[in-house]
Nanobody, 125 residues
Framework: QVQLVESGGGSVQAGGSLRLSCAASGYTYHDSCLGWFRQAPGKARELVAYIYNGDRRNYAGSLKGRFAISTDSAKNNLYLQMDSLQPEDTAIYYC???????????????????WGQGTQVTVSS
């Protein structure tokens, strides 16, 4: 059984940084996606970034350069380094994992089978 547990959320002022972690257990898929999504109040869940097969990264266009996704070699932990945070980054951030799928499907949250409980990130101006 796959379990994902996020940690590292919190409150920061604009311009600050946070690092989110996601501990994955029971996850053994190949040709798969590990991703971060976020959902702000009243808005749809949106992609932040994903890693495919442990090495190919992709980011939501507006976040590239400020956010960095990484994983350890065993894919047991997923990380999201967030720098230069802005109030519009305020949201609940979710870690997610897919089964074996093609890379092009990683951008869509509906293609992920496993989700963490979410961690709140609040950025004040």
């Amino acid at each position: 059984q796959v379990q994902l547990v996020e940690s590292g959320g919190g409150s920061v002022q604009a311009g600050g940084s946070l690092r989110l972690s996601c501990a994955a257990s029971g996850y053994t898929y190949h040709d798969s996606c590990l991703g971060w999504f976020r959902q702000a109040p009243g808005k749809a869940r949106e992609l932040v970034a994903y890693i495919y097969n442990g090495d190919r990264r992709n980011y939501a266009g507006s976040l590239k350069g400020r956010f960095a996704i990484s994983t350890d070699s065993a894919k047991n932990n997923l990380y999201l380094q967030m720098d230069s945070l802005q109030p519009e980054d305020t949201a609940i951030y979710y870690c997610a994992a897919s089964g074996s799928i093609a890379m092009w499907r990683c951008a869509l949250h509906v293609n992920y089978n496993y989700w963490g409980q979410g961690t709140q990130v609040t950025v004040s101006s």
